[in-house]
T-cell receptor, first 113, second 110 residues
Framework: DVKVTQSSRYLVKRTGEKVFLECVQDMDHENMFWYRQDPGLGLRLIYFSYDVKMKEKGDIPEGYSVSREKKERFSLILESASTNQTSMYLC????????????FGSGTQLSVL | KNEVEQSPQNLTAQEGEFITINCSYSVGISALHWLQQHPGGGIVSLFMLSSGKKKHGRLIATINIQEKHSSLHITASHPRDSAVYICAVSTNFGNEKLTFGTGTRLTIIP
């Protein structure tokens, strides 16, 4: 069974902390994505990566960075967490090509206090 | 104005009813996705389509490219269909950078 695994289901951090969210996929997918989901706003793309060590900014990259050192792992980093980064974070992966199916992780609900 | 608009935002129906959820978009697309999100957060991809119609079990998705509109239908709805249904469009060939609607919350009452 194909899988996208996010390291934590719930996370509580303090303002100013450095936060790492990890995502691992076992499908050998080239593309990986980080989204955040907020009520009334839908999913918004933070960063995506189409290959190892490659990354591109999404719609809301401010305050975030990413790392993709290995094909299966895509990390989202909050350098200095702020309360407005409290959100549900979702990782996804896919293969390139026209309209290939997306596979999502189960999400990490991050609360920044 | 969002590039992807869904209607209705919330829908409550009795078990067995035929359900229709609509999605309109304002940009040229390469594909449209329908996703299902159950309470707890996990998202499952239901359909990806770029023309015509697709069917999987009790779910049917249609798209009209000229009218920039797609519908998701559920026949013989069941309480386990209760979820948020999300429409998303791909605007770039070759990758999956999606623009998402805000979702339709469906509740099926037994």
């Amino acid at each position: 069974d194909v899988k996208v695994t996010q390291s934590s289901r719930y996370l509580v951090k303090r303002t100013g902390e450095k936060v790492f969210l990890e995502c691992v996929q076992d499908m050998d997918h080239e593309n990986m994505f980080w989204y955040r989901q907020d009520p009334g706003l839908g999913l918004r793309l933070i960063y995506f990566s189409y290959d190892v060590k490659m990354k591109e900014k999404g719609d809301i990259p401010e305050g975030y960075s990413v790392s993709r050192e290995k094909k299966e792992r895509f990390s989202l980093i909050l350098e200095s967490a702020s309360t407005n980064q409290t959100s549900m974070y979702l990782c996804a992966s896919s293969s390139p090509g026209q309209g290939e199916k997306l596979f999502f992780g189960s999400g990490t609900q991050l609360s920044v206090l | 104005k969002n590039e992807v608009e869904q209607s209705p935002q919330n829908l409550t129906a009795q078990e067995g009813e035929f359900i229709t959820i609509n999605c309109s978009y304002s940009v040229g697309i390469s594909a449209l996705h329908w996703l299902q999100q159950h309470p707890g957060g996990g998202i499952v991809s239901l359909f990806m389509l770029s023309s015509g119609k697709k069917k999987h079990g009790r779910l049917i998705a249609t798209i009209n490219i000229q009218e920039k509109h797609s519908s998701l239908h559920i026949t013989a709805s069941h309480p386990r269909d209760s979820a948020v249904y999300i429409c998303a469009v791909s605007t770039n060939f070759g990758n999956e950078k999606l623009t998402f609607g805000t979702g339709t919350r469906l509740t099926i009452i037994p």
